[in-house]
């Protein structure tokens, strides 16, 4: 893992699952972060072990999102990364979907990742000179989803697909100005999303089924890929932007 310190970091969704799993590596390697999630109590457990600054919103309020880089550069005087986890699925087919559940996941996972990216490219702008080797980086969380078509969750996939794009069209708009955009595309991952709007138990054998369907014939625990993403935002990927990263082992590769 590469060495954080003297990094600062926003990670949303850093509650849970993968986002709390890029919080635990980027502060053991030594960097400081906020983590903003609106669980507050497995928040507050993750900022206790890790010594992040937890602060508790909704990702799709977008003064929230400004509040937080403004809390980052309160704290740490500049922001060099955001990692934006933070994400909910819904279980229904296209017809099934009610307004409500549209509108909320969009909210969350499109205009989340949005207001956060533009307040954060907004902050990153000011900071560093344009030709320095690295002003920032960003990495949202897309999905295997974003870019194949799965059925019954047809307004995840949308949103996913949203979210690889607007990566692709932010990392050309800030190409010139040493911001790096680009996002981490995972497969099947052992969180606890697996059991999120699910109408029937995660038992054994659901966890088998799902395993059946990845080549390599596991799911991710989530720090397999939380070392992808921080590896994306350092320092070491300093060529990449733009990139959709997928890590679900082998899943889009057939
Ligand atoms: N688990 C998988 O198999 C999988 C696969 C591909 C992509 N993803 C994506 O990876 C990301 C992380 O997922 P995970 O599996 O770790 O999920 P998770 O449910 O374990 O964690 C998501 C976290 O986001 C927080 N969150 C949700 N809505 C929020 C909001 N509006 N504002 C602030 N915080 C909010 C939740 O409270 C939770 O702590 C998500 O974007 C998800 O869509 C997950």
């Known amino acids: ?13 850093g509650a849970s699952g993968m986002g709390a799993a890029t919080v635990r590596l980027f502060t053991a390697a030594g960097g400081r972060a906020i983590l903003v ?6 928040a507050q457990t993750v900022a206790e072990e890790t ?19 403004a809390a980052a550069v309160t704290n740490f005087g500049k922001l060099d990364i955001v990692i934006n986890a933070a994400g909910i699925i819904v279980r229904s087919n296209g017809v ?8 909320r996941i969009m909210n969350v996972n499109v205009s989340g990742t949005f207001f956060m990216c533009r307040a954060a490219i907004k902050q990153m702008l000011k900071q560093g ?15 295997i989803w974003g870019d194949l078509g799965a059925a019954g969750v047809a307004a995840y996939c949308a949103s996913k697909g949203a979210v690889h794009n607007l990566t692709r069209a932010l990392a050309l708009d800030h190409a010139q100005d040493n911001i790096r955009i680009n996002a981490v595309c995972p497969g099947e991952v052992n969180t606890p999303m697996i059991q999120s709007e699910r109408n029937e138990q995660v038992t054994p054998e659901l ?10 014939g596991r799911l991710a625990d989530p ?7 921080l590896f994306i935002a350092s320092d070491e990927a300093s060529y990449m932007t733009g990139s959709l990263v997928n890590v679900d082992a082998g899943f889009t590769a057939r």
């Open 51 to 69: 010594g992040a600054i937890a602060m508790i919103g909704d990702v799709s309020d977008s003064s929230f999102c400004n509040d937080v880089i």
């Open 129 to 143: 000179a344009e030709d320095s080797a690295m002003r920032g980086s960003i990495v949202n969380f897309g999905s």
């Open 207 to 216: 966890m088998a089924r799902l395993a059946s369907t990845v080549p390599m």
């Open 96 to 103: 099934g979907t009610t307004d409500e559940q549209w509108h």
């Open 223 to 229: 720090a397999e890929v939380a070392r992808v993403a």
């Open 37 to 42: 999630d609106k669980n507050r109590d497995l």
């Open 1 to 13: 893992m590469t060495n954080f310190s003297g990094k600062s970091a926003v990670i949303t969704g």
